[in-house]
């Protein structure tokens, strides 16, 4: 079982930043497709970022050219860096895996942002 265990969440001030961790124990970690999703109150949750083994991104409109995500498959980690928060980005924010036909998430970190 591929455990995910994200941090890095909290409460910011709009135009602030904040940077998502997410690590696994698993060795197969470089193989895995992986993605950022939110959820707010009341709402679906969606994807904002999505990265392949390659390096490959890509980002919900909302985000693009504020948020980027990276990899470091020696540390098994996958980052969310946001910047110019604003507070409909306040959710809730859930790693995603997916190798081949398995799917595997987080826990969920939350993300507040005060006007």
């Known amino acids: 079982q591929v455990q995910l265990v994200e941090s890095g969440g909290g409460l910011v001030q709009a135009g602030g930043s904040l940077r998502l961790s997410c690590a696994t124990s698993?060795?197969?970690?470089?193989?895995?497709?992986m993605g950022w999703l939110r959820q707010a109150p009341g709402e679906q949750r969606e994807p904002v970022a999505t990265?392949?083994?390659?390096?490959?991104?890509n980002y919900e409109d909302s985000v693009k050219g504020r948020f980027t995500i990276s990899r470091d498959n020696a540390k098994n980690t996958v980052y969310l860096q946001m910047n110019s928060l604003k507070p409909e980005d306040t959710a809730v924010y859930y790693c995603?895996?997916?190798?081949?036909?398995?799917?595997?998430w987080g826990q969920g970190t939350q993300v507040t942002v005060s006007s």
């Open positions: 698993s060795s197969a970690f470089s193989t895995f497709f």
């Open positions: 990265i392949t083994r390659g390096g490959n991104t």
């Open positions: 995603n895996a997916v190798s081949g036909l398995s799917e595997y």
